[in-house]
């Protein structure tokens, strides 16, 4: 027999259109492709295959299946050919074992749940009066009943108990539910409750289209304004894009990929018939998304929000889908828009015209470089060339490197073997370091290793567009002082609704005091940027770090929206993390720099790295073999001479602040 697993792959793999197309003229319309039905030799177009569903129907003769059956019924294949008809066509080798007794899916349940509840949400927006405000709410951002169909959007009612009684008649208990991200129980309670209340309902699926979670959309002030379901065994956001289950067909037909920011991003896309869109499941594409996405197309269109934001997630993306050989394509939109308001406003064409101007990745840095005037001194062109080579060094294609390469001797009128030596250095120094983490903690190699940061010596690029239309990126002399007039924000209030402290906002991230242990300083720089939040997990994940309230404060700023408020923050915290936050929150801002955050990661590295050397030095004391302390020995003086490029001024064996 033929693993059911391995059905699944060849199913998800297989293009239904082009396979069909092969024996019956289809055309497309709309969403489906139509064509005469091969099986009563109708004349008119009443046989319709649907690429979303992998599945075909005539509505004549009422024949239907998936792709297997048209092959069986139209070839006269029996089931295994057929399944080895189609992996050859997609390239994946079926093997046919002998029989053996079905192995249960352990996620079946939660997969069964989240369908369940799914169902459930699409029932409450048809309700005339529980979902009468989540449908002005969709019928104001243009989507109708059949776009909520086509993409099962629901509504959670705010009632906390509905869902959990629903779900409990159908025989899902607490553990099982809490277990699938669908009920959570809080600190001090003894009952949990439903995890999402009023909000528009988003079903999120896995690559084969199983429901794996949810993203709840806020329709008034509540916040965060999105929530997505927690990570479970069958949902991990780094390793999920939404929309991924109907849009890789449309990938392979068009040879292209196109990542935006949110759900009524893709949504709309969809609708107006560019289907090969996914989102990410927050700013920037993770290794696990780019490794995901380049298994059906090549090239990637970037179309996210032209804000800072936008921008910044933009470079983080392009730089990841480098690493695995994709072509990067930037997308820039007018200001004001993002991709749901374009595309409302101008329709598919404009949207086209669009993609049909994208530039590639490094040619979209350049860009804002040179509008910046970076290229117009030497000081400034050093540090052009600084933040340009992480992207040379990201391109993993030797081609797509040899390219970068040129086009930046090109424009700074240096040597291209000056470059391609400085950008080979800088991997060398990045591949020790690695190293050195990896075998310290190697729980944390996946987000140490080709992490999608920069070394200390070389921050990643940072350019973004202002509103103003004119290009920006940071400038490479000291930054302004903060303005004096900032407002604050409103009076923070603890769980128990105590009276806290006035939280301020600066221009600037708070800069390290030289007595601030490394931890408190990156948390600071966090609470003023939650983008530097995500930067550091790629090196450091929120394990790393040993103070456990610092720790707790970390992991929740790395999950949280961006758009929830210091307030919000607390509610997700112990009373030692809140104590922390107030602390790190208090007081008057210090003044930065923009090289303050690397500074503070390149001591985290150190700290790592003589972690190590502290385990070489007792691994040396507790053997007699001398092959073996040789090789301590060589291994223990490497990591000090990378220390001591790390930290110049400190010696070697003198540990940073924890």
Known sequence: MIADELVEQVRSAADIVEIISEYVPLRRSGGTWRGPCPFHQGKNPNFSVSPSHGSYHCFVCHESGDVFTFLRKRLGLDWPAAVKYVGEKVGIEVIDTPRRAPVQDPNAPNHEALAAASEWFQRQLLDEQAGRDARAYLAQRGLDAAAWQRFGIGFAPRDAQALRRYLHSLGHDDARLIEAGLLALREGETEPRVRFRGRVMFPIHDEL??????????????????????????????????????????????????????????????????????????????????????????????????????????????????REKAAVRVVTLPDGEDPDSFVRGHGRGAMEAQL????DLFDRQVQLLERRGWFSDLRRSRRAVDKLLPTIRAAVDPLTRDLYMARLAEITRLDKSAIATEAEAQDEAERRRSTAMVRHNPASAASTSDAGFAPPSQAPFDGYEDGSGHGHAQEPAPLPE?????????????????????????AIPPRPRSDEPVERAILRAMLFDRGVAERVAERHPPESFRNPAYRELFGVLLDIPFDEDLEQVASYLSEDAIRVLRDLTEGSPFEAEAADITLSLTK???????????????????????????????ERLELETELRRLLPIRSPRTKPRR
């Open 482 to 506: 903060p303005a004096s007039d900032k407002a604050a924000r409103a009076p923070w209030k603890g769980r128990r609704g105590k009276q806290g402290p006035e939280w301020k906002v600066t």
């Open 604 to 634: 985290l590295d150190a700290r790592v790295l003589e972690d190590r050397i502290d385990e070489i030095l007792e691994a040396m004391r507790g053997t007699d073999d001398r092959g073996e302390k040789d090789t301590l020995m060589r």
């Open 209 to 322: 289209g199983r429901p794996v979670g949810f993203g709840g959309r806020a329709m008034g002030d509540d916040q965060p304004k999105y929530l997505n379901s927690p990570e479970s065994p069958v949902f991990q956001k780094r390793r999920t894009l939404y929309g991924l289950h109907t849009a890789k067909q449309a990938m392979r037909r068009a040879e292209r990929a196109i990542v935006v920011e949110g759900y009524l991003d893709a949504i709309r896309l969809a609708l107006a018939g560019i289907e090969e869109v996914v989102a990410p499941l927050g700013t920037a594409l993770t290794e696990e998304q780019a490794k995901l996405l380049v298994r059906y197309a090549s090239e990637i269109f970037l179309l996210y929000d032209s804000d800072e934001a936008g921008q910044k997630a933009t470079f983080r993306s392009g730089m990841e889908l480098l």
């Open 356 to 359: 049909s101007q994208a530039i």
